[in-house]
C-alpha cells in the first residue's frame, strides 16, 4: 500500500470504474470476498485507515468509531438507509457519515410492482409448476390470482420510494391510500394518494407495501395485531427492511390464511436460514435483497460512495451526507 496516498477500506467489490477513480486517490485496500468482513477485522481497519467504504451490512458503532479516533475520517455507506450505523455516536465524534439516496428510487419502485405483480398473479409458483412436470393441460381453475386494475393499494412511507410506487400503481388504475405521518398532503395529493391512519390502510388494502425507514418505533411495525387488521386475501410487499416486519408473526399468518401471501426482498436476519419456516410457505416470494440491483444503478451508487469518502479524507463537505460538516 502507498505511503503517500491516505489509505481507505473498501468492504466489496464496488463498480470497477468507481473503484479505479479511488484507486487514484488513494491507496485502497479492498475486501475480497462475498461476506461481509467480520466485525473485529472492521475495527482493525479503523484503527489504521482514513477511511471506510461499507455497506448496509457492516456494523458500525461507537466501539469502532473509538478504535478509529486517531485515524479514521470519514464513513461512506453505498446504501440510501444507514440503520447500522451509530449516527448519533458519529456526530458525537464529529466523524462524517455519508450515504447514497435518490439514485435506487427508480430500481426500487420497479422491483416492488414486479414483486406486487408476481404476488398477485403466482408467477413463480406458476413458473415452479411448469419445471415440476405439473403443466399437463389447461383448465380454467388453474393457478387463479388477484386483479391488480380497481384494487386497492397501501403504501406505508411516502418518500421518495413511496411517491414512486404510487406513481407506477396509478398506471395499472389501483386505488392508492398512504400512511406517512412526515408526509405532507400535497405530496399525497400529487400522487393521487388519499392519506389514511395506519389502521384504516391495512384495513382497506388489498396489497400493503413497506417503504419505512427501520428505527426503533418502526421495528415490527407489522406484528400479529397488524396482520389480524389486514383482509384474508391480502398481500404483503417489503422491499425496505426485514426488521419492519415481525417474521414470526408472518409466517403464522400465512400458514393459518390471515392474509393470503407476501413477497419479500428483505429479511430478518439476512440472509435468511436455509431451515428458516418461512421459505416453506408455499404463498411467499423472498428475493436477495435486490432492491437496487441493476447495473446502472449499482454504479452510480459507487460513485456517489466514492465521493462522499474523498470529500471526506479531504476534509470537505460530503455531497450526500447522513450527517457532516
Known amino acids: 500500500m502507498s505511503e503517500s496516498l491516505p489509505p481507505v477500506f473498501v468492504t466489496r467489490a464496488i463498480a470497477e470504474t468507481a473503484l479505479t477513480r479511488l484507486k487514484a486517490a488513494c491507496a485502497v485496500d479492498l475486501w475480497p470476498e462475498e461476506a461481509a468482513p467480520p466485525y473485529d477485522v472492521l475495527v482493525d481497519k479503523a484503527r489504521r485507515y482514513a477511511g471506510l467504504l461499507i455497506m448496509v451490512t457492516d456494523r458500525i458503532d461507537a466501539a469502532l468509531m473509538d478504535a478509529g479516533k486517531d485515524t479514521l475520517r470519514v464513513i461512506s455507506q453505498m446504501a440510501v438507509g444507514y440503520d447500522n450505523i451509530d449516527v448519533a455516536a458519529a456526530q458525537a465524534r464529529g466523524l462524517p457519515i455519508g450515504h447514497t439516496p435518490g439514485v435506487l428510487t427508480d430500481a426500487t419502485a420497479d422491483l416492488t410492482l414486479a414483486l406486487i405483480l408476481a404476488a398477485a398473479r403466482r408467477l413463480v409458483e406458476a413458473a415452479d409448476y411448469v419445471r415440476a412436470g405439473q403443466w399437463r393441460t389447461w383448465h380454467p381453475g388453474m393457478l387463479l390470482g388477484a386483479d391488480i386494475g380497481g384494487s386497492t393499494l397501501g403504501i406505508i412511507g411516502l ?36 392519506r389514511v391512519d395506519l389502521e384504516t390502510l391495512l384495513r382497506e388494502a388489498d396489497f400493503v407495501t413497506i417503504h419505512a425507514p427501520l428505527k426503533p418505533d418502526t421495528r415490527h411495525l407489522i406484528d400479529a395485531d397488524a396482520l389480524a387488521k389486514m383482509k384474508p386475501t391480502a398481500m404483503l410487499i417489503n422491499t425496505a427492511r426485514g426488521s419492519l416486519v415481525d417474521q414470526s408473526a408472518l409466517t403464522e399468518a400465512l400458514r393459518s390464511g390471515a392474509i393470503a401471501g407476501a413477497a419479500l426482498d428483505v429479511t430478518d436476519p439476512e440472509p435468511i436460514a436455509p431451515d428458516d419456516p418461512l421459505l416453506a410457505m408455499p404463498n411467499v416470494i423472498i428475493l436477495p435483497h435486490i432492491g437496487s440491483a441493476s447495473r446502472g444503478t449499482r454504479e452510480k451508487m459507487a460513485h456517489m460512495a466514492v465521493d462522499n469518502l474523498l470529500a471526506g479524507i479531504n476534509g470537505q463537505p460530503l455531497p450526500h451526507p447522513v450527517w457532516g460538516k
Open 159 to 194: 418518500g421518495r420510494i413511496g411517491q414512486a410506487v404510487a406513481r407506477r400503481a396509478a398506471a395499472f388504475d389501483m386505488r392508492i391510500i398512504a400512511y406517512s405521518p412526515s408526509a405532507s398532503s400535497d405530496i399525497a395529493a400529487q400522487v393521487s394518494a388519499q
